[in-house]
C-alpha cells in the first residue's frame, strides 16, 4: 500500500524568509509523480510543484524548490523568500500513474509579517 | 467555463438520505476525478473517468457511493441511505487526458469542492 506522510501539522515562517516542508512516502514502484499542492481557505487545490521519480534533477518553479531523495522516498518543498499569500494548507502527494493520487495528512503554513 | 465548478458549494442533508454532488470540469477534458476530504486530512482518491466510463473506482468505500459521467463531460457522484461519516468535503478534479505510466503527466486542475453535511 502507498502511504504519505508529513509529520509536521503546522508550521511557520517570518515573511522573507526560507521555510522547507516535510513528506515522505512509501511505495514499491520504481516509477512514479511526486507533487505538492496549495490548498487555501477556499478549499481549490492548486499545484505547486511536481517531480517525475525516473528524474534526477530537483524540480523548481520560481520560489518554490523541491529535494527529492528517491533512495531515502523523501520530498521535502522549500519556500524561499516567503510571502504572505503563501499561507496555506501544503499537501504532499503521490500518484503511481499520474491519476490515482495519494494525499498527506498536509501542513498548516502560517507566514508572519 | 473558466475552471472546474461544482454544485451546490454546500450541503446539509438527514442521515439515510440521498444527495448528488455535481462537478462541471473544464471544457475539453476528458478525464474527471472524485475525491473525498475529511475533516483535518487530506484528500482521499474515489474514482477517476476516462470519458464515459468509469477507468478506476477502486476508491469507492462502498456500494452506497455511485458516480456517472453520461456525455463525458459533466459528472454526479450519487450517495445513498447517507450517513454521518459521509460528512467531508467533495472534490472534483479535470485533466486534459488522463495518463498512462510512463507516457506523460497531465495536469488536474481541482474544483472548490462541495461541503457535505450529514446530520
Known amino acids: 500500500a502507498q502511504t504519505v506522510t508529513q509529520s509536521q501539522p503546522e508550521m511557520s515562517v517570518q515573511e522573507a524568509e526560507t521555510v522547507t516542508l516535510s513528506c515522505t512516502y512509501d511505495?514499491?514502484?520504481?516509477?512514479?509523480?511526486l507533487f505538492w499542492y496549495k490548498q487555501p481557505p477556499s478549499r481549490q487545490m492548486i499545484l505547486v510543484i511536481r517531480?517525475?521519480?525516473?528524474?534526477?534533477q530537483n524540480a523548481t518553479e520560481n520560489r518554490f524548490s523541491v529535494n527529492f531523495q528517491k533512495a531515502a522516498k523523501s520530498f521535502s518543498l522549500k519556500i524561499s523568500d516567503s510571502q504572505l499569500g503563501d499561507a496555506a494548507m501544503y499537501f504532499c502527494?503521490?500518484?503511481?500513474?499520474?491519476?490515482?493520487?495519494?494525499f498527506g495528512t498536509g501542513t498548516s503554513l502560517t507566514v508572519i509579517p | 467555463g473558466a475552471g472546474v465548478s461544482q454544485t451546490p458549494s454546500n450541503k446539509v442533508t438527514e442521515k439515510g438520505k440521498y444527495v448528488e454532488l455535481r462537478c462541471d470540469p473544464i471544457?475539453?477534458?476528458?478525464?474527471l476525478y472524485w475525491y473525498r476530504q475529511s475533516l483535518g486530512q487530506g484528500p482521499e482518491f474515489l474514482i477517476y473517468?476516462?470519458?464515459?466510463?468509469?477507468?478506476?473506482d477502486s476508491g469507492l468505500p462502498n456500494d452506497r457511493f455511485f458516480a456517472v459521467r453520461p456525455e463525458g463531460s459533466v459528472s454526479t457522484l450519487k450517495i445513498q441511505r447517507t450517513e454521518r461519516g459521509d460528512s467531508a468535503v467533495y472534490l472534483c478534479?479535470?485533466?486534459?487526458?488522463?495518463?498512462?505510466?510512463?507516457?506523460?503527466?497531465?495536469?488536474?486542475?481541482f474544483g472548490p469542492g462541495t461541503r457535505l453535511t450529514v446530520l
Open positions: 478534479a479535470s485533466s486534459s487526458t488522463g495518463t498512462s505510466g510512463g507516457a506523460g503527466y497531465n495536469e488536474q486542475f
Open positions: 511505495t514499491s514502484e520504481s516509477d512514479y509523480y
Open positions: 517531480q517525475e521519480a525516473y528524474k534526477q
Open positions: 502527494a503521490y500518484s503511481p500513474t499520474g491519476n490515482q493520487f495519494y
Open positions: 471544457s475539453g477534458h476528458t478525464a
Open positions: 473517468f476516462q470519458g464515459t466510463g468509469a477507468a478506476d
